[in-house]
């Protein structure tokens, strides 16, 4: 069984229990009752032409199955007021509990305490976990193209985009572009980390960003350390970097964030004169 198998049956677990407390009904009557969802493909740039700054998405991220615990992270709402006022576009909260120590307990922290556009991630297998996120605010879901077939990519995105809400639609290798881009994806990242192996190699995006179809927003997902991680994903066209442990364990948060759109928007201005010439 591969990681992402192994989490996905522990998810799957967690939710069944979940629905057995508040079933899909009850779920449905709250996320109408939410404030309408805020707009993600416009604040990670989807709006400009050209695109000409780099946007981070900031994540709350306590564990991972890679690194074990990477920060303590007692108050998640005073971590995400740092990211926004660091100039974050989005953040990112993991719900998933058995593997990151993710909670919807700390998304609805988080929610209460920011007015950016919050992507909910976990691993989304199915449709309920699309109305919970819905029900406590969320604007951005994840798609892991890899953990879905086709049928289930289409309804899972179709009913997110019905919700008013976007989808991260997450891919590892050129095939699953084909397939993000054939169901219509907006919001498409390239993690770097594969999720069956763990193994990071940031020389993947690189490769694979030309294919992902013009009009997308494109998303660096995982292992950016520095500045110089940012500045190789931003010069590859990268419209924004998804980014947790470099985030959680810095002791200032918020300079890093408006260090890595500095880097990046240097970056992304050298491509575009580049492709001027
Ligand atoms: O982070 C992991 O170890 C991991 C393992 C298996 C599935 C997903 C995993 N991470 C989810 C992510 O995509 C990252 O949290 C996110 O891209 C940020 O990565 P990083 O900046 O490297 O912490």
Same mark, same amino acid.
């Given at each position: 069984m591969s990681v992402l198998d192994d989490i996905i049956a522990g998810v799957r677990e967690d939710m069944a229990q979940r629905q057995r407390e508040l079933p899909l009904e009850k779920v449905q009557e709250r996320a109408a009752q939410a404030a309408p969802a805020l707009d993600a &493909?416009? /604040?990670?740039?989807?709006?400009?032409?050209?695109? @000409?700054?780099? *946007?981070?998405i900031s994540e709350v991220k306590r564990s991972s199955p890679s690194k074990g615990a990477l920060a303590e992270i007692t108050d998640p709402a005073a971590l995400a007021v740092r990211y926004e006022d660091g100039g974050a576009a989005v953040i990112?909260?993991?719900?998933?509990? *058995?593997? &990151?120590?993710?909670?919807?307990?700390? &998304?609805?922290?988080?929610?209460?305490?920011? *007015? $950016? !556009?919050l992507l909910r991630k976990d691993f989304t297998v199915d449709e309920y976990q699309i109305w919970? /996120? *819905?029900?406590?605010?969320? +604007?951005?879901?994840?798609?892991?193209? /890899?953990?879905? +077939?086709?049928?289930q990519l289409r309804t899972f995105l179709d009913l997110t985009h019905e919700l008013g809400m976007n989808a991260l639609v997450e891919t590892h290798t050129a095939e699953e572009i084909e397939r993000a881009a054939a169901v219509g994806a907006r919001i498409i990242g390239v993690n770097v980390r594969n999720l069956k192996t763990l193994e990071v190699d940031r020389s993947v995006f690189a490769a694979l960003s030309e294919s992902i179809p013009a009009g997308a927003v494109v998303i660096a997902e995982s292992g950016v350390r520095n500045t110089a991680d940012v500045e190789? &994903? /931003?010069?590859?066209g990268a419209n924004a970097v998804?980014? @947790?442990? =470099?985030?959680?364990?810095?002791?200032? !948060?918020? =300079?890093? $964030?408006a260090e890595f759109m500095q880097a990046g928007a240097a970056a992304i201005a050298g491509r575009l004169q580049a492709s001027e010439r």
């Amino acid at each position: 069984m591969s990681v992402l198998d192994d989490i996905i049956a522990g998810v799957r677990e967690d939710m069944a229990q979940r629905q057995r407390e508040l079933p899909l009904e009850k779920v449905q009557e709250r996320a109408a009752q939410a404030a309408p969802a805020l707009d993600a &493909f416009d /604040a990670l740039g989807g709006n400009d032409n050209p695109r @000409g700054t780099l *946007r981070v998405i900031s994540e709350v991220k306590r564990s991972s199955p890679s690194k074990g615990a990477l920060a303590e992270i007692t108050d998640p709402a005073a971590l995400a007021v740092r990211y926004e006022d660091g100039g974050a576009a989005v953040i990112s909260v993991l719900t998933e509990q *058995r593997r &990151f120590n993710g909670s919807l307990a700390d &998304f609805d922290a988080v929610r209460e305490a920011v *007015r $950016i !556009p919050l992507l909910r991630k976990d691993f989304t297998v199915d449709e309920y976990q699309i109305w919970e /996120a *819905r029900a406590h605010g969320a +604007d951005l879901v994840l798609l892991i193209v /890899a953990a879905l +077939d086709d049928e289930q990519l289409r309804t899972f995105l179709d009913l997110t985009h019905e919700l008013g809400m976007n989808a991260l639609v997450e891919t590892h290798t050129a095939e699953e572009i084909e397939r993000a881009a054939a169901v219509g994806a907006r919001i498409i990242g390239v993690n770097v980390r594969n999720l069956k192996t763990l193994e990071v190699d940031r020389s993947v995006f690189a490769a694979l960003s030309e294919s992902i179809p013009a009009g997308a927003v494109v998303i660096a997902e995982s292992g950016v350390r520095n500045t110089a991680d940012v500045e190789h &994903f /931003a010069a590859n066209g990268a419209n924004a970097v998804l980014v @947790g442990e =470099a985030l959680v364990k810095h002791n200032d !948060p918020a =300079a890093t $964030i408006a260090e890595f759109m500095q880097a990046g928007a240097a970056a992304i201005a050298g491509r575009l004169q580049a492709s001027e010439r």
